[in-house]
């Protein structure tokens, strides 16, 4: 139990254009989600909480108009870069909160998207 | 904000060995402190967690202590093997929500 998807795991784009990543919770509804980015041998930095049906919380830094997120419901949620250009090729990542009593401080992850801008 | 270290940065072991990693956080108020280990091109994966009402956790080969008052805890692994070889994250939770810290990580290689 407990999986997490993302779709696509890797995905090219051009400078300027917008690129969508999904994330979902499979077997599993999900409240809340979050969203890390990782470089290259770095750790995982949150970027934002995303809750079902409210808009999403970010981190310090990040810039909420050029990472669009939506979660839309209790499975999905969207990770949307717009405009995007060669510093924001990374590893992005999603995770979602357990909703159980007993698992409700875990995060799943997912299996990441490896961003390229070219 | 709050500053989660690892140490070391890198450790090498032989096969059979035992390998410690130290997370230490300046959150006081963290109240759940779970590690994660993350292969090549992947996501992190939940390897043991433990909460701040428990000193020590045991699965199988692998254990987390926790110090509460100096603020650190650690993951032992016992008689590594080379599938132990990867990246390794604690990920202290912040007080007062859900979100996670994730620390600077420690690469291990278990050498056959």
């Known amino acids: 139990g407990a999986v997490v998807s993302q779709h696509p795991s890797w995905v090219i784009c051009k400078s300027g254009t917008s690129v969508k990543i999904e994330c979902r919770s499979l077997d599993f509804q999900a409240t809340t989600m979050f969203w890390y980015r990782q470089f290259p041998k770095q750790s995982l930095m949150l970027m934002a909480t995303?809750?079902?049906?409210?808009?999403?919380?970010?981190e310090q830094g990040v810039e909420k108009d050029k990472f669009l997120i939506n979660h839309a419901s209790l499975t999905l949620s969207t990770l949307t870069v717009t405009s995007a250009h060669p510093e924001d090729s990374s590893f992005y990542i999603c995770?979602?909160?357990?909703?159980?009593?007993?698992?409700?401080?875990?995060?799943?992850f997912g299996p990441g998207t490896r961003l390229t801008v070219t | 904000g709050e500053n989660v270290e690892q140490h070391p940065s890198t450790l090498s072991v032989q096969e059979g060995d035992s390998a410690v990693i130290k997370c230490t956080y300046s959150d006081s108020a963290s109240n759940y402190f779970p590690w994660y280990k993350q292969e090549l091109g992947k996501g992190p994966q939940l390897i043991i967690d433990?909460?701040?009402?428990?000193g020590e956790k045991k699965d199988q080969r692998i254990a987390v202590t926790l110090n509460k008052t100096a603020k650190h805890f650690s993951l032992h692994i016992t008689e590594t093997q080379p599938e132990d070889s990867a990246v390794y994250f604690c990920a202290p939770k912040t007080s007062g929500t859900y979100k996670y810290i994730f620390g600077t990580g420690t690469r291990l290689k278990v050498l056959a």
């Open positions: 433990i909460r701040s009402n428990v």
């Open positions: 995303s809750n079902e049906g409210s808009k999403a919380t970010y």
């Open positions: 995770s979602a909160r357990g909703t159980s009593k007993t698992a409700r401080y875990e995060q799943y």
